[in-house]
């Protein structure tokens, strides 16, 4: 897709967006996510013309240095990709961190925030159809990493996150309504600095489909910039 094309895939997604939102009735706003890692900055800033602000990045020095070509850009960073301990200082101070799976990510992550004298938000990710080798917190684990919010005062977990088995978008859906079911049966036990109220889930492929499941962020890549760059 050329950089000229941005502005066009990006209205088709919206259309679709809003036509899922059509379909699953009263609920949250949804809020779209570009997907822009290994994307050039020309192609963040086309998207950014057309309206964007929400940008999703996979690989944290690449975060970093995005945020640092663009210092005043009004965009809100993103971080979605695998949360090593080591690359934590590149990624808090971004909007929204995905991909807390762990308990020994707290502490660094509680640290790194208090030197910064910032309050970062995190999603707690999420492995519901407990997949071998892929990253989240196994349903049943999940209470004890949100009982391990409660102590820490720059640390606000807002919702869960959730990669799907890879399957044909219609296949996705139990996963994404076993994500939503979670979210509100954990929301019903009180817990300092938790508030399950986003549900990041939905790609390319099946955002439509996590949409009408409850997604309040979905993370659309290919769909708005084509493909990567390698």
């Not at 049966?185 to 439509?208: F, I, K």
């Amino acid at each position: 897709m050329s950089i000229e094309g941005i502005a066009e895939h990006l209205a088709a997604v919206r259309v679709r967006i809003d036509a899922a939102v059509a379909r699953r009735g009263d609920g949250p706003p949804v809020r779209l996510v570009g997907v822009s890692k290994r994307q050039p900055l020309p192609a963040l800033d086309a998207a950014a013309a057309a309206g964007l602000r929400d940008f999703g990045e996979n690989y944290a020095q690449e975060l970093r240095d995005k945020q640092q070509a663009r210092p005043d850009a009004d965009w809100r960073w993103h971080f979605i990709g695998a949360l090593q301990r080591n690359k934590i200082r590149y990624v808090v101070g971004c909007a929204l961190i995905h991909t807390v799976d762990r308990a020994e990510l707290l502490a660094p992550l509680q640290r790194r925030a208090e030197t910064t004298d910032h309050v970062q938000d995190v999603l707690v990710q999420v492995n519901v159809a407990s997949e071998e080798g892929k990253a989240g917190v196994a349903p049943a684990e999940l209470p004890a990493l949100l009982d391990g919010f409660a102590s820490l005062s720059h640390l606000r977990c807002r919702g869960l996150m959730l990669i799907p088995p890879q399957a044909e978008p219609e296949q996705t859906r139990p996963w994404f309504a076993a994500l939503r079911r979670l979210a509100e049966q954990h929301a019903q036990t009180p817990r300092p600095h938790v508030e399950l109220r986003e549900l990041s889930m939905g790609m390319s492929a099946d955002y439509e489909v996590a949409i009408e499941e409850g997604a309040t962020l979905v993370r659309v890549g290919t769909a708005v910039f084509g493909p990567r760059s390698a």
